[in-house]
């Protein structure tokens, strides 16, 4: 029989083993998780960088400057091995907080993703084109994706109409209406097809100022069928802002997206939706 010195000294000694183990695996885990936050905030930041260079007109690629900031400050703190010293209380909040932003964001995501194949009605009687950036020179790459896609729906669909609808921010030279109206003449459309609305400074107003002219004239919107013409990033929010609005017959007419771009568009979208929504304008 082993005394019980000896029996006390072997199961102790056996514990400290075992705490070894487990600090030597929580070390290493910090030491992935400090690689891994570092990558993350050097691509976020390098992402941003590509973003601000496109001068989309907005400043919303700071945000991913922002989350390589956070990174950058996750990464310090598995460095310095700080999150194992904030209370588990505060952990865990963290976590369900984290948890539940998550389901949110993916749920967002998904109706976003779900105007990406809509391609509008076939007797539609109009087709509002959403604005975007406009340079001297002409329509953005984004703006231009909607206006090709306007051609092409009013070259197969000679009865309908089209509301090109945007006003002039303080980055642009002219009203992105006008300069619409103008690449889309330029593409053979008549111009008696074309209505401008060329006051709107967001997609609300868009939606908002396409009805009032529409209502001056004398057309019920409740009856009449409209497509929505945007970016597929764009299309759930511009249908939904759209029936709200009162277009009961309002469909989605997705043009294409820069895939490079889409991270920064599903993003702001998924901000856009929430605002949106929180303020009840979808």
């Known amino acids: 029989m082993i005394p019980t010195e000896t029996g006390c000294w072997y199961t102790k000694k056996k514990h400290d083993k075992s705490q070894d183990s487990v600090g030597e695996e929580s070390e290493s885990a910090m030491a992935y998780a400090f690689i891994v936050y570092l990558i993350l905030g050097i691509i976020f930041c390098l992402y941003g960088f590509s973003v601000r260079m496109v001068g989309s007109g907005t400043a919303f690629y700071l945000i991913w400057f922002a989350g390589g900031i956070i990174c950058f400050l996750h990464a310090a703190a598995a460095k310095k091995s700080i999150w194992k010293k904030v209370p588990v209380i505060f952990r865990r909040v963290s976590f369900i907080v984290f948890g539940a932003c998550l389901l949110l ?9 779900s105007g990406f194949r809509r391609n509008g009605d076939n007797d539609t009687d109009y087709i509002i084109v959403l604005g975007a950036q406009v340079y001297e020179s002409g329509p953005s790459v984004v703006l231009k994706y909607r206006l090709d896609k306007a051609v092409e729906y009013l070259e197969d ?8 609808t945007g006003g002039q921010g303080y980055n642009e030279p002219y009203a992105e209406a006008l300069g619409m109206q103008k690449y889309l003449i330029g593409s053979g459309i008549p111009a008696e097809r074309l209505v401008i609305e060329n006051s709107a400074l967001n997609t609300v107003q868009n939606i908002r100022y396409s009805a009032a002219l529409l209502k001056e004239s004398s ?14 990033f764009h299309v759930y929010r511009g249908v939904a802002i759209a029936k709200k609005q009162g277009f009961e017959h309002a469909f989605g007419i997705a043009s294409t997206s820069n895939p490079y771009f889409l991270p920064n568009n599903m993003l702001r979208e998924f901000c856009g939706v929430c605002k949106d929504k929180l303020l009840g304008n979808m």
């Open 219 to 232: 057309i019920d919107i409740r009856t009449i069928k409209i497509g929505v013409v945007t970016n597929d």
């Open 157 to 164: 669909h000679p009865q309908t109409m089209c509301i090109v």
């Open 105 to 113: 964001f993916i749920f967002v995501e998904g109706l976003i993703l």
